[in-house]
Structure formats: structure tokens, C-alpha cells
């Protein structure tokens, strides 16, 4: 059966880019992808579709709507352009190295939106009922959002959770080696440190990259 779509790259997500998977991890993928001709002009909606693999899952995007989600500063978007494992269509190799090679460029477009979503992404774990996993990611959230703009390291460096202080305590709230009560005061004051910051962020916005 023809696909309606031509795939662009294709790039690991989730917890192998951050160091914190296990033997048992799902690979999950995002790919970006030109559709054809009929999608074009028959659908107005950006072509995106989830697709299950023997490994995870592989989530099919119009890069128009990647695109779209990297202007918005989607971290699990942008995390794609930093991936550790890439598959590239050799048709388009020169664009997808030309966008990879800016991709520190494309994150620092607008800064006090990715501090948004930063910030936003913490508050929902705690508006929800409490997981291990929620938690995890509201620590790792604060670490990205810490190391990125507190401590200025490239976003590259700051995805690479095995490098935080934090580490041991989001691989812990994360398998649920935390006490529950522990891991929201913790989460409390992560938050209260990242509001504290706002006024310090850089408003201006430059998508000329």
C-alpha cells in the first residue's frame, strides 16, 4: 500500500535522550514527513497520525506542523533536533543538516515562551492526580529550566539529565523511591525558584534564524 506521505528524518524522543531509560524502555519516534500531493489539496489540517511499532510507538508529523510545534517551543518537539538517534531521507540531507546545525539558534528564538512551557509543563504534574512519573518529569523540567537558563549550558547539555545534581532524586521520584509527601514539597519549591526568575528572562523574539 503507497503511504500518503514521504518521510524527512526521523528522530528518537523520551527518556533515552535524557539518560533516564532502562532495559525495558520503550523507543519511541518522531517523524517528520512532506505529504503527497492529494493530502496537500484535499486536507486543510497538517497530516499527523501515531503509529505503533514492536519498539513504541512512532508519531507522524507534517513537518509544516513541526515546524509549527518548534515556533511554539515544544520542548518534546525541539528535543528531536538534539536526538541521539536520527534517521535522515539522503533527498533531503542538506536541509535537515542546515536545520540541525542551528538548532541551539532555533531554541533561543523566543525565550520567555520556552520558559513557559517550562514552567507550565511543572505546574500540570501538580494539578493532577500524584504518579512517579509526573513527578519525574516535573523535577527534570525544573533541571532543563535550571541548567538552561540559571546556569547558561547549551540546551543540548541541559537535555542530558545523567549530567544534573538532580539526577539521583528524579531517577528516584521517577521508580517511586520517593515518599509522596517529599516529592511535592520538593516540587513546591522547584516551581517557586522558576517563578522567581521570570522577570530576568529575555522577552524579545527573533524567528530570522
Known amino acids: 500500500m503507497k503511504k500518503d506521505y514521504e518521510f524527512v528524518f526521523t528522530s528518537l524522543y523520551g527518556s533515552q535522550n535524557y539518560n533516564l531509560d532502562t532495559k525495558s524502555s520503550d523507543k519511541d ?5 512532506v505529504p503527497s500531493i492529494n493530502k496537500l489539496v484535499l486536507d486543510k489540517k497538517p497530516y499527523i497520525k501515531v503509529e505503533e511499532t514492536e519498539e513504541g510507538l512512532v508519531e507522524v508529523k507534517d513537518i509544516r506542523h513541526t515546524f509549527l510545534s518548534f515556533k511554539k517551543m515544544s520542548i518534546v518537539d525541539l528535543e528531536v533536533l538534539f536526538s541521539k538517534e536520527v534517521i535522515k531521507n ?16 532555533v531554541v533561543r528564538s523566543n525565550p520567555y515562551r520556552l520558559y513557559q512551557v517550562m514552567l507550565g509543563i511543572m505546574i500540570s504534574g501538580t494539578k493532577r492526580k500524584y504518579t512517579p512519573k509526573t513527578a519525574a518529569q516535573s523535577m527534570r523540567y525544573f ?17 542530558d539529565t545523567s549530567k544534573s545534581e538532580f539526577f539521583s532524586l ?11 509527601e517529599i516529592a ?3 516540587i513546591e519549591e522547584m516551581i517557586k525558584i522558576t ?5 530576568k528572562i529575555d522577552k524579545n523574539i527573533n524567528y530570522e534564524t
Open 143 to 159: 533541571d532543563l529550566f535550571n541548567r538552561y537558563f540559571i546556569r547558561e549550558e547549551t540546551f543540548e547539555s541541559a537535555l
Open 184 to 186: 511535592k514539597k520538593e
Open 195 to 199: 517563578k522567581s526568575y521570570e522577570d
Open 90 to 105: 539522503r533527498k533531503y540531507k542538506d536541509e535537515i543538516d542546515k536545520l540541525f546545525s542551528i538548532r541551539e539558534e
Open 29 to 33: 519516534y518522531k517523524m517528520a514527513v
Open 170 to 180: 528524579i531517577k528516584d521520584a521517577k521508580y517511586g523511591n520517593i515518599k509522596e
